[in-house]
Structures are given as C-alpha cells and as structure tokens.
C-alpha cells in the first residue's frame, strides 16, 4: 500500500549539512488502537486514508489488519479538533512464506494540513517499534515511485529499495519494495516459495503480488 | 423458473445467519486460513457507489443508470466522423499501454453497438441494430465510413490481443486481456474487413468537392492507415516468410498528415460512455475512462511502426551472439518497444523449438557452445543418429550431450526471452534464474567430467606440474551467470534502486563481478589456443579437417578477444567511478538516504543487497567486512584513490573507443553487409552516451583534484579549521535527466559550492 508524504524533505535533513529546526507542534497524542473504540476510530481511519483514493479499500481491509493486528496501529490525535485523528498507520506481522518474521507497513496518512510535522515519521517508528518488540526479522512496504516524500521517510530509517515494480498501481505507476532487515541472516532464511516471484518464464503467469497495492490511487 | 440440481435442497438459513452474526461484536473477523489480504483487498461493499458498479443511486432508475441518449443513428458532419476516429485511436493506443478495454475502447458507444450483442454475421454488426428498417437511405458516412473504420479497428485490436496472449507477459502489468464476454470479431476472416475499408475509401475519394477537401483527405489518410495497420497485424510472424515491411512503412509515411490534421476534428466525446462499464460481465469497481492525448496516441502508434519495421533486423540468422545483440539492443529503446512488439519479439526468437522459424534450438545451442567454448569439438560433431554402435565412446558422448542440450535448451532461449520482458520483469526475472544457473553450472561439471574422458581430452599442464582440463559447458554456464550478475547490478542503476550511500559499493561490486568475468575468459582462451596450437602441427602435416577447425578457432578467440574489450571498458569504469564515489563519501559531500537515527547498519543494508546472490556458489559471496574494506578503499590515501580514478577513467575512454571500433556485431566474413543497419546505430548511440559518461566522470574527478589540491594548500597555510571539508557540490542525476548520460552510469555532477568570496 502506499505510504504518505508527511514529512517534507526540509524536516530531517537528507545530508547532514542543513540543519531546519523542525516547526514548532502542537500537543499531539499519539496512541495505540483500541478496538473498544472502534466505532469511533475506523470511520475516520476510513476518512483520513480514502482521502486521494479513486477507489476505497473495502472496510474487509481494515478489519483484515485492526482485528489482527490492531497492536501495531498507531494514530495521531489532536483534540482541539472535532474529529481528532490527523495521522494513522496500519500494519500486520506475521512470517513470511514460512520464513522470515516479516512486518508489513500497509498504510501511512497524516492529514494535508498537517504535514511536514514529523508526524509520519513518528508514526512508523512507533509501528517499527512495536514489530521489534515482537521479533520481526524485516519490515517491507511497496511506495509509488513518484511518492518523493515517503520514499525519502522510509529510507532515512534505514530501508534500502529492493525492487521496482512495473505499474504496481491502478493508475499505472509503478512501485519501488522497499525493505528493512532487523536482524543479519534474515536474507539467508529459507521461505516455501522462491522470494523472487516469477516462475520460470514458459510455466505461465507469475502469481499476483503478495500483497495489496493493486488496489491503490493516486498519489496521496 | 429456477433449476435446481437434485441433489441439492435448498435451506432458508436467514434467521440462522441472523442470530449467529448479532453474536459477533464490531469489528470481529470471522475467516478460515484462506483468507488473506489479497481476498480483502479484493471485497467489494455492495451499495457502494465507488465499488459496486450495479449501485443504482437515490431517484435513479435503472434505464437511467444503463442506457444512453446518444443516438448512433444520427447523421454526423464529417468533422464529427474525424473525431470520432481520432477519439478512438487515443483509447486503441490507451489499451496498447495496458490499460483496460473497460476504461478505453469499451467506452465507445459505436463499438458497444457493433459488439454486443455479439454478432453471428459481419453484416449483422452496424449501429442500426434493432432498429426497423427505414425507407430513408442510411447515411454512407456513418454506416460505411465510420463502420468500416470501427470494425477494422477491431480487428486490429484481435490480431493484438492474440499475439500478446499467447506470449509471457503480465497480466495487468503490461497488458489486460479481459474481453467482459466480448469478441474482437476473431469469429471473422480479415478479407471482409479490407472490403468494406475499400468501399469506404471509395465512397470517400467521390466525394472530392462535396465536402471540405482538408477533413475529406484527414478521413482517407485514417482509412489508409487503418487498412495498412491491419494489413501489417495481420502478417504477424507470417514476417519471417514474406519478409515485409511495407504496411508499416505506408503508415509511417502518413503520419504527417496525421499530425497536421489533428484539430480538424470535432470532438464527439458523448458518443463514449462510462455507463457502458455497467453491462460488462466484471467483478471490478467502476473506473474512470482513461484519456491520453492525440500527440501521445500518435508517438505511440509511430514507435510501434518503427519498431516493427526494425524488427525485421533480427530476422537473419547470424550466430547467438550477434542474435543476442540486435534483441537487448531493439528492446532497451526508449520508451521500451511496446507490449505487442516484445511478444512478436518473443515468438520470432523461439516458436515450436525453432529459433527465428529457422534454427532449431539444438543446433542454436551448438552454435552457441562453438562461438565460445567449444570451437571444432568432437563433443558437437558426434551425432547419435550416425553412430549406432553403443561400444563407440562418439555414441556415449552424443548421449550425453543430447542430456545436455535436453537440459540447458530452456534456459539457454530464455536468456533471449527475457529481453522482451519490462524492464522491472527483466530484473526481478534475472534475480531469480540466477540461482538456477548456479545450479546448471554445478550440473554441467559433471557432464565435463565425463565427456572428457570420453573425448580423451589432453590436460593443459601448468607451472605447477598440475594438470588442467577445459571444462567447457560449465565454463559457459559460468559466463552467462556471469553476464547476470552484471546485468542485475546495472539494471538496479538504470531502475534507481541504489541509494546515492551505496553508489561507492555497486560500483567496486560491478567491477568485482567484471575481474572475475575477465579472469574466467582468459582461462577459456587458454584452452582455445592450446587446441589451435595442436591444430597447427595438424595443418603442418596437412591432415583433413585442420583448415575448417583452424577458421573455426581464429572465430572463437576473435569473439572472446571482443569480450575481453567490452568487459575491460566496463570495468575500467566502474573502478573509477568507485574511487570518485569514494572520495565523495569521505569528504561527506555525497547525500546519503539513510539517517543516523536509521534502523539498520550497513552490514544489514549489504546483506538486502546481496539477497539474490546469497546461495551462489560461485562467485563466493564477498564477506561483508571485506567489502567494506575494499568498496570504501581502506587504508588507500586519497591521493592514491584520486590517481587511482584518473588513470581508470582514461582506460575507460580507451576501451570503449575500442568497443565502438569493433562495431555491433561479430563478422560472419570479412567483408560482411550489415544487415542490421537501424539497430546498429542504436547500439552506436548507447555507446556514444556510455563514452559521454565517461567525459562526465573525468570532469568530475578533476573538480574533486582541484578541491582537495586547494583544500590541502590552505590546510598547509592558514586555514586548519576547514581542512576537513572540502566546499564541494554533488547532484546524482535522475534516471532519464539530461545530466544522466547512460542509465548504466550515474555519473555525479560535482561542483564548487557557492559559498564565501570567489576571485
């Protein structure tokens, strides 16, 4: 799924020569999903991420992951506002093909206004966090290739592009993996199936992507 | 009436269901181990208007919903006409770029019409469908013009869609095949359809002052270009026998007309609906029309022409290597060769194990095995067929080598093949046969082993007084893993997967990969001039055969000695881009991705970047301290490093003169025609840019000399606090940029900071 471009590039300087001391915030609270809340929580989880998709993920999606793996949840609330959300990543833990612990970083979005905040890198590192704990070997992600700001998130915390991926999206862009191993040896680990997709070319087509993002917009 | 099978009974289960939902609290899942992301991903909210597309919204009624009030009967200007046409081309070309036929053509109101019902007759498919007959003559611009043009169009878009299907390609990636239920009249011979254009172009040229001579020729030109298109779809690999590349070249000679009667047209754009989408037999959400403008629609639709017309380059048999050239070369265009290009592509390279309906593969294998390892070898002369006597050691060798071919024919093809992949594919796809030549290599050793006892093989003896033997099916099988390394690590520069930190690393790993290369080929041509030196006792005492394997010896080092030159050029470079990137990063003016708040540590970036490598057996995997050793030059001053990049660059520049000056392809006979003219200026070209890199990168390394030269003079002098900075300024240019010479080599763009007074 795509991850949002909520930190501007000025925020954490890419080469340690700027220093831009980030805006001053406003009392954020950051906390974990509870699914008590969820009458409260998922619609405007919904409102925050369906934004800039042409088309909605299924509330399936978000059962799919709050249900399962609603510890790793984590949402930005300011309450001075009405409807308090303003940032929310979801994501999901679980081996991989029998191998590696893997984290999946599914959906990454800080409200527009909001943005170059620092909030999203906040965010995903509260979720990395909470995979750590819970011994994830690696996280992956897919971002679309022109999603500038969340490549640059991403890749600041240490994870390194491991693919590109041809017209990953509905509106024909394409996605770069990207990847994060937490422990050494992840890469030797053995899954079921070969990671590198495709079968041998005349055995026909390749199995759809293990993971969602057929399903996604535009850039948001 | 329903149907109801008898060993089924149905069971109202609405109050069961009810009760044990109510139980559930919000937000539980109730799924078996089956259901996983892609299943939810792929739910759809009934009632919802942005995925269902049946949803009927308040006050809307379903005639509403479904049907349109354009009516397809009414008479349309001929300007109208135009833009249909036009309006159609941009959606065929849409749906040539992958996108849907429910976004592009399905849309189309005319072809809804044509198409569906689906019709049993040609005759039966036209816009007055349903309609009782009139004694009013229908309107020839429509019912023939515009008819023809749609129908033919159609056409076309079936002979795509056949070529495309039948070949390796990815569903939705490169292509949707979705058909909602529908044909592209495939149930009707082409004949008809070049008729009815006739007519129509007929009719047209009558009316030669009857309508606006300029929209009255823009009409024509469409119909023509519609006949030849279809025309040149039609021939499809047929290509191979006749040889032609007339239609497509008619349609290139028309596409100035095209161009200069873009605006002639009225735009018609309610005669496309997406209501359409409604009717299609699909479980996807409604989508928008894709739109792409004329300009593109045309560039599309002229490189495909051009394309096709080059194509015909690859056609002549000369030899694996120069087959292997005119294919990567023809599909690195860019843009890449469109989706139905690279499947005709891939047809033309293998169809019934044939190679180019010419080659069979076995002996395109063989072909293969004497270009590079085996030139005038008995293991490619022993036939089975020829040798019956199973005590004949030529009758165990053709045994094992019809195992060998049995075994390696697939792979081998699909090193051709999976050019026509995107350029994602391509990588993702090497990646991963990687492993399985590792694989194939360990499995031909084996073979060699046997064979030469077989073929009693003379050992070369080194210094050593240790014997050595050629090996030469796993040493080719190393050489195309090799090639692999090599091409993953420079399809990751040209896709941007690098990190600008990383820079320094995959290039010492490109030129790590490129020693290794080098050194394996020169333990081939060892053995090569050994057997040429045997043969030349044998030419001396003028024994039969000595001539033809002499010739076939000269060929085979020839082609190693082309190699070495293209392998030392690459290496050359890389080495030196390594040393320039080096000191880049040692004087932290090089932009790195990662914070020092990051998550991981080199040592886990290196082993994601080493993921498809890890089980290769050879080369042996570089131990990470090691390469770190080695990628950021430990120990080497800079001046030593600054040396180091100079002197490598300008060998670069050598080399790959020296690569140009071989030319494309490996001369079949001296005095050999290119028959590959277009295509070899392509690969000029990419030479050209790869030298225009090589420039870049020496700009760079004396901007880097002078600043570190300035740097330690006021170092000396008065200025110790600056000493370590050096006021440097580096931009790594994006893939595609016009600073980015070659998407092989990001040569960084280093300049003197702005900053402080400037004499």
Redesign the interface.
Known sequence: MTSNPSTSPSDQPLTPITTTPPPPRNDLRYIRYNAAHEDAYVPAMRQLISKDLSEPYSIYVYRYFLYQWGELCFMAMDDSLPDPMVGVVVSKLEPHRGGPLRGYIAMLAVREEYRGRGIATKLARMAIDAMVERDADEIVLETETTNTAAIKLYERLGFLRSKRLHRYYLNGNSAYRLVLYLKEGVGSMRTNVDPYGPPPMPEGLAAPEPALLHENGREW | MRVVSQSVVPRDITDEFTVAASRLK????VKDEY?T?????G???IM?S??DSGYLGPGENRAQALEDDYDLTRELAPDEVLGVMDGLLCYEMAWH???PLSQTLFTSLYLDKLLWPVPKTLDEAHFFRGRLATNKEDPAMIHLVLRAYCLALVKCCDFVHARVATE?Y?????FVTQLYNRTLLSQFEPEPFYDLLNRAISWIDEQKGKIEENVREAIRTRLLIRREFLLALEQDIEVIETRSREHFLVCLSQFDHLTKSASLGKDVSDSFSLKIQRKLASTV?P??MVKINFDDALAHLKRLCQDAVDLQEIIDYHGPYNLKVTIWTLLSRKPQPSVYIRSLVQTLIVNNMTILGAVPVKQFLYDELAELVLPSSILLQANIDEIEVPSDPRFQIAKQMDAFVKRFS??FV?TF??ACL????I???V???I??WDNLQMEAEDLDEQLRTLSNEPPLMLANGDATYSYPLSSWAYHHKLNQFRLILQLGFE?????PE?LPGMYWYLSHICSTHLGHIDRVRTFTVATAKRNLTDMAAKKRGALERHAALQKSLRLLERLTTQIVAIDAFAISLHALYVLLARH?VL?????A?????D???Y??????F??ITLPELVPYDEYHREAMLEGDSDETVLERATKAISEARKAWEATLANGAFMPEFDDEANTAPAIEEDWKRDVKDTMRACIGASIAIETVKKSLKSNANSAQSKDPANASSVNLRVIIPEAGSKARWHDWWIVPQVSQATVGPKT
């Open positions: 919000t937000g539980q899942l259901f992301l892609f299943e939810a991903v739910a759809l909210e919802d942005k995925m770029m992958g996108h390796y990815f569903e939705e990636e490169d959400p989508r928008p697939q792979p699909d093949r999976s995107n350029r994602c594919r990588r993702r796809t990646c991963h046969t492993a399985d896709l941007s997967i690098y990190a990383e932290h932009p790195t991705a990662s914070s708040q990051a998550y991981s540590s040592r886990l970036r082993e994601i970047r080493m993921k498809p890890l089980q």
